[in-house]
């Protein structure tokens, strides 16, 4: 029993966030998952995270700085295979998606789709700028993190990495409770011709 309250008090915010996510999606996969041909691999998966957690935590009882800042933001990592994994899940409840609905409201509120009317002010330099900002961003994470923590200030990055787990899990759930694939996939009848760039729209 004491060993088990050591371990736990080794337990971080972090940990029980990723830990409930992987044992709540594991019951409702076996569970509502039935359909999706990549169940096996997206039970494997979660299953697969939940032991990485567990060996982090437990290399927290060693002494060595490494150790002791890769188990404090490995977090960023699982979010390669929780990202990947969550477009098998979408179809979880659903076989379809629910775009027709949010367009729907789209007409019933807008003259004409935001997403199309905001396609006369394209230009080149445009579509680089938001490409760079959509690239840079995910190195910007583990970035702003690491520096958090190699600045005395590991308490500002876990709440960091805790907020952007919430926000990402929650997005997920909602994901596979009303699926949508949005203007890209729905609407390219709609689009002109593909969007024009440089170096970051090659990237």
Same mark, same amino acid.
């Given at each position: $029993?004491?060993?088990?309250?050591? =371990?736990?008090?080794?337990? $971080?915010?972090?940990?029980? *966030?990723?830990?409930?996510?992987?044992?709540? /999606?594991?019951?409702?996969?076996?569970?509502?998952?039935?359909?999706?041909?990549? =169940?096996?691999? *997206?039970?494997? @998966?979660?299953?697969?995270? +939940? +032991?990485?957690?567990?060996?982090?935590? !437990?290399?927290?009882?060693?002494?060595?700085?490494?150790?002791?800042?890769? @188990?404090? #933001?490995?977090?960023?990592?699982?979010?390669?295979?929780?990202?990947?994994?969550?477009?098998?899940?979408?179809?979880?409840?659903?076989?379809?998606?629910?775009?027709?609905?949010?367009?729907?409201?789209?007409?019933? #509120?807008?003259?004409?789709?935001? +997403?199309?009317?905001?396609?006369?002010?394209?230009?080149?330099? #445009?579509?680089?700028? $938001? /490409? /760079?900002?959509?690239?840079?961003?995910?190195?910007?994470?583990?970035? @702003?993190?690491?520096?958090?923590?190699?600045?005395?200030?590991?308490?500002?990055? =876990?709440? $960091?990495?805790?907020?952007?787990?919430?926000?990402?899990?929650?997005?997920?759930?909602?994901?596979?409770?009303?699926? +949508?694939?949005?203007?890209?996939?729905? /609407? @390219?009848?709609?689009?002109?011709?593909?969007?024009?760039? !440089?170096?970051?729209?090659?990237?």
């Amino acid at each position: $029993m004491a060993d088990i309250k050591k =371990q736990l008090s080794k337990l $971080m915010f972090i940990d029980a *966030i990723c830990l409930i996510y992987c044992l709540f /999606m594991l019951i409702i996969i076996s569970l509502f998952g039935g359909k999706l041909p990549e =169940q096996l691999f *997206i039970l494997s @998966t979660y299953f697969g995270c +939940v +032991v990485g957690i567990i060996i982090c935590i !437990y290399l927290r009882r060693f002494d060595n700085p490494i150790l002791k800042y890769l @188990t404090s #933001i490995y977090p960023l990592i699982l979010l390669i295979p929780f990202y990947e994994i969550a477009g098998y899940q979408v179809h979880l409840f659903f076989n379809g998606f629910f775009d027709n609905f949010l367009l729907t409201i789209e007409n019933a #509120i807008f003259p004409v789709h935001p +997403v199309i009317w905001f396609e006369r002010f394209y230009h080149p330099l #445009i579509t680089e700028w $938001m /490409m /760079m900002g959509y690239s840079l961003y995910l190195f910007l994470i583990p970035i @702003t993190a690491s520096w958090l923590y190699f600045t005395s200030k590991k308490n500002e990055s =876990q709440f $960091m990495i805790s907020s952007l787990l919430l926000s990402l899990f929650s997005c997920y759930i909602i994901f596979s409770i009303f699926p +949508v694939a949005g203007p890209r996939l729905i /609407m @390219t009848d709609l689009f002109g011709p593909p969007l024009e760039g !440089y170096i970051f729209r090659a990237f």
